[in-house]
């Protein structure tokens, strides 16, 4: 709409422009008060999920009171959702983000999306399209995780949608496989697999902000303390004597609980057990990449 549309001269429409301006004179901006992105565990959340006749629907893991946020976070930029499904049910993904990182914990079914249609089974791991539909044949449950809060923030509706893409269990098997036969490097974070696409560039991510990767730890090791500017949300595939030590607090795992590591907390995880540890884990690294700024080093203890 013009000036001249709205029946106000040059001079008032500048006047009402002046009103709106608004001006900071702090000492020190950096001191601004404002919640951290906490150590937390889903457990509550979790029971949710995993309790017997579960009615189809998302369980979301929300942290925006402790944000003051107006909108769901996980963290400020990303949402994590616990999807149920029964069978012969459908459930609809949301759809304001560029697209929803996904792991199957439990059935299998289909995903339908405009373009088409992916079969998905348990052990499985996905990117799906906004608005994708989970149909399950079998009672499911789908860890989902998007980027929504981040455009919440900027007050912006994503571009583009990427490619709906399967993970299948045995060829993310066959991967770490070759990671492990790989051996050891002094400069070794962990024995993972990334999930990417033609579009996810040299750091791997799998959407532009966000990383999905299936994390491992062989039993009887520890993934050496490090620490970086990315927060991490971890959906512990194990429970079998693992722990997380973040910032000095334990976090023991269980199978279907979502950790998160804040950003720049110093943390290791210890596998006490028998058995292989895996993880699904999703960081903001995307963000940090682009910025050149992932601020990655490792700790002493």
Known sequence: MTIAETGMDERQARDRADT?????TPINVFRTRQAGVPIHAFATERDDAFAPGRSTGFVPLDLSA???FAYPATTPAM???YAIVRAGETLACPAATTGLAGYVLRG???ARFAAGSLDW???DAMLLPPGAVIEAAADAIVF??????LFSFLGAVPKAALPAIRYPAAEIERQLTAVYERGDDEDLTGRAVFLTHDGGGDYGTTTAALISTITTLEPGGVQRPHHHNATAITLCLSEDAIESVVDGASC???HGLVQITPPTAVHAIYNRGASRMTSFVSQDSGLFYYLRAT???????
């Not at 989902?144 to 809060?149: G, H, N, T």
């Not at 601020?295 to 203890?301: I, K, Q, R, S």
């Open 20 to 24: 709106k301006a608004r001006y900071l």
């Open 66 to 68: 402790h944000y003051g």
């Open 79 to 81: 949402l994590g959702r």
């Open 108 to 110: 299998e079914g289909v």
């Open 121 to 123: 089974a348990t052990g």
């Open 144 to 149: 989902v995780l998007s980027d929504e809060p």
């Open 252 to 254: 023991p795992w269980r």
């Open 295 to 301: 601020g990655f080093d490792f700790d002493e203890v």
